[in-house]
């Protein structure tokens, strides 16, 4: 009976932890990498939990036949029931091209395989909340095309890739997290993206004179929710929700069910890292419109890019967006994974993130 999990991105910030999770739950895995990246998980094998060793197959999702040797496409035929994809380019200043060649046709190239899986169960797809584009409103796990629009490549190429999964034909899961940040219980993080961004900057701030008493401007108006989801919690959801038999065709949402507002977060985030001066409340989503008007867009991007933090997230910040996960929350609930509320861990977010700094 074929019984393996082919698994693509097991050397991302995410994958990377599923994967861990999958094996200390005994799975077979193949994982399907690009050169540099199988060395890098061929490197990692004796750190891993204990158990069968994961098969590791070369490979890159953009090329048409993944780039994958006959001999190793028979035995991923014969072998694999189901199919784990997680490998994306994930990046806010990528342009449309970039992003669908990996995202959208990587999807594509993948499905074709997984038709040819001869035991497929179920086809998890990992998307993103990124999907809603600028809607605002009630997002439900069911929702697709709302007629929205997307501020960034990326965005609309997961889009654009869930529609190729739903429309498959074969048995689906599609889950999405919200922005990942680093492990709850340690801090831990790979990389500097998300609300990250906003820390760097603060971090840089502070290196003026005098910055502890310095007055901040803080939002006042700005109560958009910020969708933030720590990695621990989307690696236990994934590897229980994967590890789960049928039924198929349900979407997930990953969220934390309680999510702070944008204001709050950068509030907090002032308090811990040390910036003890007055508070100045102004409507900062006057701003925020106004540096995504027709006429400020491009220069806004050109500052983001010389600041090294994406424009991009900033109509994010301007959309009421509620995510439920009311399906998510009953599959979990019962296995006791739970997104913990943000303001208990986020000291420990910022504790690591100065950390790594020093
Ligand atoms: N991080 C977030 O905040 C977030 C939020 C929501 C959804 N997601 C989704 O979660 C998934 C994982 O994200 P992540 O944050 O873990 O991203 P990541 O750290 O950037 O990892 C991306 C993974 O995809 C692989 N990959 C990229 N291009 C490939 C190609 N052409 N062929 C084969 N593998 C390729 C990378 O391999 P290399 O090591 O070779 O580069 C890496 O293993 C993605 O689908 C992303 O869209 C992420």
Same mark, same amino acid.
């Given at each position: 009976?074929?019984?393996?999990?082919?698994?693509t991105g097991?050397?991302g910030f995410i994958g990377?932890?599923?994967?861990?999770?999958?094996?200390?739950?005994?799975?077979?895995?193949?994982?399907?990498?690009?050169?540099?990246?199988?060395?890098?998980?061929?490197?990692?094998?004796?750190?891993?939990?204990?158990?069968?060793?994961?098969?590791?197959?070369?490979?890159?999702l953009v090329?048409?036949?993944?780039?994958?040797?006959?001999?190793?496409?028979?035995?991923?035929?014969?072998?694999?029931?189901?199919v784990v994809h997680l490998g994306a380019a994930y990046d806010l200043f990528l342009g449309q091209a970039e992003a669908e060649r990996t995202n959208t046709l990587g999807t594509r190239h993948l499905l074709?395989?997984?038709?040819?899986?001869?035991?497929?169960?179920?086809f998890h797809h990992v998307s993103t909340i990124a999907v809603s584009g600028d809607f605002?409103?009630?997002y439900?796990e069911?929702d697709l095309d709302l007629?929205q629009r997307f501020p960034h490549a990326y965005g609309r190429s997961k889009f654009l890739a869930e529609q190729l999964v739903r429309a498959s034909?074969?048995?689906w899961r599609i889950y999405r997290p919200g922005v990942v940040?680093?492990?709850?219980?340690?801090?831990?993080?790979?990389?500097?993206d998300g609300?990250?961004? *906003?820390?760097?900057?603060? #971090? $840089?701030? =502070?290196?003026? !004179?005098?910055?502890?008493?310095? +007055?901040? /401007? &803080?939002? @006042?108006?700005?109560?958009?929710?910020?969708h933030?989801v720590?990695?621990?919690?989307v690696?236990?959801?994934l590897?229980?929700?994967?590890?789960?038999?049928?039924?198929?065709?349900?979407t997930f949402h990953l969220v934390?069910?309680?999510?702070?507002?944008?204001?709050?977060?950068?509030?907090?985030?002032?308090?811990?890292?040390?910036?003890?001066?007055?508070?100045?409340?102004?409507?900062?989503?006057?701003?925020?419109?106004?540096?995504?008007?027709?006429?400020?867009?491009?220069?806004?991007?050109?500052?983001?890019?010389?600041?090294?933090?994406p424009?991009e997230m900033?109509p994010h910040?301007?959309c009421?967006v509620?995510y439920?996960?009311?399906?998510?929350? *009953?599959?979990?609930?019962? #296995? $006791?994974? =739970?997104?913990? !509320?943000?303001?208990?861990?986020? +000291?420990? /977010? &910022?504790? @690591?993130?100065?950390?790594?700094?020093?």
């Amino acid at each position: 009976m074929p019984n393996t999990l082919l698994i693509t991105g097991a050397s991302g910030f995410i994958g990377s932890r599923v994967v861990r999770r999958l094996l200390e739950r005994g799975l077979p895995l193949a994982l399907l990498a690009r050169p540099a990246a199988a060395e890098r998980l061929r490197a990692q094998l004796d750190s891993w939990p204990a158990g069968p060793r994961p098969w590791i197959v070369p490979g890159d999702l953009v090329q048409p036949d993944l780039g994958l040797s006959p001999g190793d496409r028979a035995r991923l035929r014969a072998e694999a029931r189901a199919v784990v994809h997680l490998g994306a380019a994930y990046d806010l200043f990528l342009g449309q091209a970039e992003a669908e060649r990996t995202n959208t046709l990587g999807t594509r190239h993948l499905l074709a395989l997984a038709r040819e899986l001869e035991g497929l169960e179920a086809f998890h797809h990992v998307s993103t909340i990124a999907v809603s584009g600028d809607f605002s409103g009630l997002y439900r796990e069911a929702d697709l095309d709302l007629g929205q629009r997307f501020p960034h490549a990326y965005g609309r190429s997961k889009f654009l890739a869930e529609q190729l999964v739903r429309a498959s034909g074969l048995p689906w899961r599609i889950y999405r997290p919200g922005v990942v940040v680093g492990d709850s219980r340690t801090g831990e993080f790979d990389k500097l993206d998300g609300p990250y961004y *906003a820390l760097r900057l603060l #971090a $840089g701030l =502070r290196r003026l !004179p005098g910055s502890a008493r310095m +007055p901040m /401007l &803080v939002p @006042r108006d700005d109560d958009a929710l910020f969708h933030l989801v720590p990695v621990d919690f989307v690696s236990a959801a994934l590897a229980e929700l994967v590890d789960r038999p049928a039924p198929a065709g349900g979407t997930f949402h990953l969220v934390d069910p309680q999510p702070v507002s944008f204001r709050r977060f950068y509030l907090e985030a002032l308090e811990l890292l040390g910036f003890r001066g007055p508070r100045i409340p102004r409507p900062v989503r006057r701003l925020f419109r106004l540096l995504t008007r027709p006429g400020f867009w491009q220069v806004s991007r050109a500052a983001g890019r010389a600041l090294g933090v994406p424009a991009e997230m900033i109509p994010h910040l301007l959309c009421d967006v509620r995510y439920d996960c009311a399906g998510a929350s *009953a599959a979990l609930g019962p #296995a $006791g994974v =739970r997104c913990p !509320p943000l303001l208990d861990y986020l +000291p420990r /977010l &910022v504790a @690591r993130f100065e950390a790594s700094r020093t």
